[in-house]
């Protein structure tokens, strides 16, 4: 994702709605225990609110949505939790892959897939391929995804050419290290959600973030629809965005 990235799509378009949004889906095993259900229940629901925030976001003119799905982190938790999760992803990728390539979702996915399970290797790599030449709306799944791993990767990437003599050091920047990660074509998320109340950003784009608008809510995600959505977006579009200089109304 191009550092600096984050300025309004084209000339003329609606400023007050952002050309990239990304989503930290936190709260589902949170919204499972309030009701009663299996933490299993939660992420299934998830599932469901991420069908209708990909449909609301192109609907609202969103070109770009990144989803923060499974975390470098997340392998800490319990080996059943994660095998729903997998197994959740295999569903949604079975199920809806023909549904977003018939509407015209680009599907990519950002992460480590060193160490996955062959199976899905193989899916990831079905939705990228399938999708490659849809241009409506990009879905940018973070999966096995950490922040600074990718940062750590870039570096060592940079690192390796210097030491083959194909770069010299003095020509790495902040421009030529944002060109090293994991998808440098991606402009910067102009807006960043977080469900659930949470007050950070555990890991998430924090090179791409630089500039983006932070909007915390305390819907957990399984409850996350498109008024949640427009909400954020009408958030985002009352503030100033200054960018190092002179303040930029979003909604102008």
Avoid at 50 to 67: D, K, Q, W
Avoid at 74 to 96: K, M, Q
Avoid at 165 to 174: F, H, L, M, Q, V
Avoid at 229 to 242: F, G, H, K, N, T
Wanted: glycine residues 8%; hydrophobic residues 40%.
């Amino acid at each position: 994702m191009m550092p600096n990235a984050a300025a309004p799509a084209t000339e003329g378009s609606d400023r007050s709605v952002p050309l990239h949004v990304a989503i930290i889906m936190d709260g589902n095993g949170r919204w499972a225990a309030a009701r009663g259900l299996p933490r299993a229940e939660g992420h299934r629901r998830g599932v469901d609110a991420l069908r209708r925030v990909v449909r609301a976001a192109h609907e609202l003119g969103v070109l770009y949505l990144t989803i923060f799905s499974f975390s470098s982190e997340n392998w800490s938790r319990p080996a059943t939790e994660i095998g729903d999760l997998f197994g959740l992803l295999r569903r949604f990728i079975r199920n809806d892959l023909a549904t977003l390539h018939s509407d015209g979702v680009r599907v990519r996915v950002i992460g480590e897939r060193e160490g996955l399970e062959p199976d899905i290797c193989a899916l990831l790599n079905e939705a990228e391929e399938l999708t490659k030449a849809n241009t409506k709306l990009n879905l940018v799944v973070a999966f096995n995804y950490g922040s600074r791993q990718e940062i750590a990767g870039a570096a060592q990437r940079l690192a390796r050419e210097v030491a083959e003599g194909k770069r010299d050091p003095a020509s790495i920047d902040a421009d030529t290290l944002g060109r090293y990660l994991d998808a440098p074509d991606i402009p910067d998320p102009d807006l960043i959600i977080r469900t659930s109340g949470e007050l950070r950003l555990s890991n998430f784009l924090m090179w791409q973030a630089a500039y983006s608008e932070l909007v915390f809510v305390p819907i957990h995600w399984p409850d996350f629809d498109k008024a949640a959505l427009e909400s954020a977006i009408a958030e985002y579009a009352r503030r100033e965005r200054r960018f190092g200089g002179l303040a930029v109304k979003t909604g102008s």
